[in-house]
């Protein structure tokens, strides 16, 4: 490879690869000694192909659940079977691995900066600015920027837009998919929240059992369904349906369809 490769979004890879070994470096005991990462499913991550991929999850932190699916990515394509033991697997990681992040916040300080260059596809979020809500249309520079990633690599993703839990679809999501025909691998996430900060950067509680569970791949008929029917099968594949809680209070309950009434809003933008 040659010593100054870029990656399509001008990328020195060589830059990239090591910061992922000394920011994995760093967040390895997060996972592996404050508390224990529980791993289900890398043999899937082994049986996918280099390009094309997009991992769905729901969301619990800023930056950590990435982190964690970073290291369980490298550990799986380095022969671990649902284990991070051994950190050598960071060594040579795999480089065209991207996830998509607001941009406010990979543009919030140093910090974030330096996470970006290790793989965020940063776009404008269209419902949220700033701490408030808002109704804005999607820049189709960020469609495209999530495109060339997944046509270079793996990505991750999101579809709530939202660490908060029970929070709607985002249908874009579910266009990217109809426009980009990658293979979908659903992660369910849970522990983080309760392990780490809003952010993901602090630790709160030590001695949390995390979980990732990464589910075989979503059959879907990328011509025929629609977005809706691809929406209600990414809900029920993150477990962020409703009908995961066994009890919905009114507040939450009022909050779900305020939001649901927010997206509605949008469709004319993707109609």
Known sequence: MPLFKRNPFGHYLFIKKWLIRILGAVSHGRYRSFNNLQIEGTDIIRSLPEQKVLFISNHQTYFADVAAMLHVFNAALKGRDDSIKNIGYIWQPKLNIYYVAAGETMRAGLLPKIFAYTGSVSIDRTWRSAGKNV??????????????????????????????????????????????????????????????????????????????????????DYENESI???????????????????????????????????????REFWS
């Open 228 to 266: 809706d029917e691809i929406v209600k099968k990414i809900e029920f594949a993150i477990e962020q349906h409703p009908s995961f809680l066994k009890v919905l209070s009114p507040e939450e309950a009022e909050e779900y369809l305020k939001a649901e009434e927010e997206l509605n809003k949008q």
């Open 135 to 220: 109704n804005r249309q999607v820049k189709n520079s960020d469609i495209t920027n999530i495109g060339k990633a997944i046509d270079d690599g793996w990505v991750i993703t999101f579809p709530q837009g939202t660490t908060t839990p029970f929070k709607p679809i985002r249908r874009g999501t579910a266009h990217i998919i109809k426009t980009y025909k990658p293979i979908v691998v659903p992660i369910v996430i849970d522990g983080f929240r309760r392990a780490f900060d809003k952010k993901g950067l602090n630790i709160k509680r030590k001695n949390v059992l995390q979980s990732m569970v990464i589910k075989e791949p979503l059959e879907i």
